[in-house]
């Protein structure tokens, strides 16, 4: 028969840390309204209100603070929670638990990729080629081509003078692209390889998995600011660029910042590892980690099909 300690649900004392990462969420959100109202310009570059330019200063470091306060807070709170774990306070509801939470979560950064993905579909089939329909004497969109990439509309638009940036050149799914394809390909192995060892008990292969993967994790961050640079200094393929250039740099910047996220989550579980948190009997926070990377992966290999072949 199960021992209370076992059907007993661990209720964790009252703590000040959401309150506190509520107030830097208020500052980080402010921070960015104060700033973009201050900076908000015109498709001609002028400012929309010169009046509110000095919101923008201000607003910067609230950002800047906002961010810091979660950040120490969200480092203190989960530093509790390991506590808590090693302390044994985590049983089999627990576990239970957290595992609904991570496949929740996952289920819900999904629905958040597939918006983007809906989006770049829509443009591509639907809106690019019906706005380029329209009889040239009726259409506020002049010279506009139906063709992918689109750089989008030039001329006049709603009152508004726009010329967009100088002709530019898709991204290839060849070098770069390519080789960050085989970089998150490899670190998914890698990760597999590190959870063998820790099912197995073997610590060194755990330690070396997760730091392989950290390694290639890293190297792709790194490629994918070269490409960045690239597009901007040589091929012209900015932010501006279209819808084309709009799409390209939302839904690859979004899966970069969610590789950095998973990149730093698999530090944080380094550490431990190498701290001998883990036990092949209880590693969910190893699993979580290691079930986001994967998502990660699965998530470029849509973004590389999609939108550097296709």
Not at 224 to 237: D, P, S, V
Not at 253 to 276: A, D, E, N, P, Q
Not at 290 to 306: E, K, R
Request: hydrophobic share 45%; net charge neutral; aromatic share 16%.
């Amino acid at each position: 028969m199960a021992s209370h300690s076992e059907n007993h649900y661990f209720v964790p004392h009252g703590s000040i840390y959401p309150a506190l990462i509520s107030v830097g969420l208020l500052s980080l959100a402010s921070g960015f309204v104060f700033n973009v109202t201050g900076s908000d310009t015109r498709m001609d570059g002028s400012i929309k209100n010169p009046a509110l330019t000095y919101l923008a200063t201000p607003g910067k470091y609230m950002m800047y603070l906002g961010l810091a306060i979660i950040l120490f807070m969200m480092f203190k709170w989960l530093s509790s929670v390991v506590t808590e774990s090693l302390t044994g306070q985590y049983k089999k509801w627990e576990d239970k638990s957290f595992r609904i939470g991570m496949i929740v979560f996952i289920c819900s950064e999904v629905a958040f990729f597939a918006a983007f993905f809906g989006a770049l579909f829509y443009m591509r089939v639907l809106s690019v080629p019906d706005l380029a329909s329209y009889a040239p004497d009726i259409t506020p969109y002049k010279d506009f081509l139906s063709t992918w990439p689109s750089q989008g509309p030039g001329g006049t638009v709603l009152g508004e003078s726009y010329k967009p940036d100088q002709a530019f050149h898709p991204m290839s799914w060849s070098g770069l692209p390519l080789i960050n394809t085989l970089l998150l390909l490899s670190s998914g192995a890698t990760i597999t390889w590190a959870h063998w060892g820790l099912i197995k008990n073997n610590r060194k292969q755990l330690v070396i998995g997760l730091f392989l993967t950290i390694a290639l994790g890293v190297t792709f961050l790194i490629c994918q600011a070269a490409e960045y640079h690239h597009a901007y200094t040589e091929m012209g393929l900015t932010l501006k660029s279209g819808a084309y250039g709009a799409t390209f740099f939302m839904l690859t910047g979004f899966h970069g910042f969610h590789v950095t996220i998973g990149t730093l989550m698999l530090i944080v579980i380094w550490l431990r590892s190498i701290k001998g948190h883990f036990t092949p009997e209880h590693h969910f926070g190893f699993e979580g980690v290691a079930w986001y990377w994967h998502f990660v992966d699965v998530v470029w290999l849509g973004l590389y099909i999609f939108v550097y072949m296709l």
